[in-house]
């Protein structure tokens, strides 16, 4: 089962590690507010559903729990030849890192065994 609206939002506040104080400040809330939010006693505007949606740079269905998916290709298709690898979510990050220490080390190796010749750079 998906989780809450407020269960989204303290997971994702604390994915970024910012205090309740930082996030309201963020929103134009107060901290009692934001942390009525967070447990459940208090409802979500619409409006603030967006700022939310817009500051953690995920879809409005990911907040809601409708969804668990983080990207929403609509969110990103204007935005397809400035992505950054920090901007990618863990899991994309993590093998981008794995495959590159990969490489770094399969040409250290080639270089070792004097296997390695300029002409390989365009392969």
């Known amino acids: 089962m998906s989780k809450t609206l407020p269960e989204r939002i303290i997971d994702l506040r604390e ?35 967006l700022k939310m949606a817009d500051y953690f740079h995920v879809p409005t269905d990911y907040v809601l729990g409708r969804t668990d998916n983080l990207t929403d290709p609509e969110l990103l298709k204007d935005k397809l030849q400035v992505i950054k690898v920090d901007d990618l979510p863990y899991f994309y990050r993590s093998a981008i890192n794995i495959f590159a220490d990969y490489q770094r080390h399969q040409f250290h190796e080639n270089l070792c065994l004097g296997t390695y010749t300029p002409s390989d750079s365009d392969k």
């Open 15 to 49: 994915a970024l590690d910012i205090t309740q104080g930082k996030l309201a400040k963020e929103l134009g809330l107060d901290k009692s507010s934001m942390s009525r939010i967070e447990n459940g006693t208090r409802k979500v505007s619409s409006d603030e559903l």
